[in-house]
């Protein structure tokens, strides 16, 4: 019963977090294509915002199915996605594609974590580890579109990593 009680919680907190993830992933691409829905890249980005798109269905029929509330923030991870998203385009799309990278190197580590802490959650696991893989074809994306020669890489990288750290601490919890 205790450990049933642990299971439930620790999905709980994944999903809710998950949803919150995608919701703000799905705004990135939104706000980039905002700025550079013309550009050769977009293409490539809508990609991209397409497969958010579905990793946020998915877990929005989740949060239905284990009966997880989402994020409170919910609304400020919308406006904080499409925010961020439109920004770095505006500074050009290399610096859209850095923000990619800084982003989906988080969340690709964040989904591997889950997937190798849930116990007894085949099927939840198995998608973990399927939009992990797709993370990281994002980041494989943006760094084939030379988002590692941004202008002030290094330090966007470390800041949008430390924003993203902190945004997963707060939509586990709240
Ligand atoms: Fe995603
Ligand atoms: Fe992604």
């Known amino acids: 019963m ?3 009680y642990h299971d439930q919680h620790e999905v709980s907190r994944c ?3 998950d949803h919150a993830g995608e919701v703000g992933a799905r705004r990135i691409y939104e706000g980039q294509l905002a700025v550079l829905g013309a550009h050769p890249v977009a293409e490539e980005i809508r990609h991209m915002r397409d497969q958010e798109q579905e990793h946020l269905d998915t877990f929005s029929a989740l949060l239905n199915d284990y009966e997880v509330r989402p ?8 406006g904080a996605g499409f925010m961020l998203g439109a920004v770095t385009a505006a500074m050009g799309p290399k610096a859209a594609m850095a923000c990619t990278i800084a982003v989906e190197e988080v969340i690709g580590t964040h989904y591997d974590r ?14 973990l580890e399927r939009f992990r893989d797709e993370e990281l074809e994002h980041r494989d994306i943006a760094k084939d579109h030379d988002g590692e020669d941004a202008i002030g890489y290094p330090i966007m990288r470390r800041v949008i990593q430390a924003g993203c750290r902190v945004a997963i601490k707060l939509a586990e919890r709240v």
Do not use: H, I, M
């Not at 994020?71 to 919308?78: A, H, I, T």
């Open 2 to 4: 205790t450990s049933r």
């Open 15 to 17: 999903l809710r977090v």
């Open 71 to 78: 994020s409170l923030l919910s609304p400020f991870w919308n």
């Open 114 to 127: 889950q997937a190798k802490s849930l116990k007894n959650e085949d099927d939840l696991v198995e998608t």
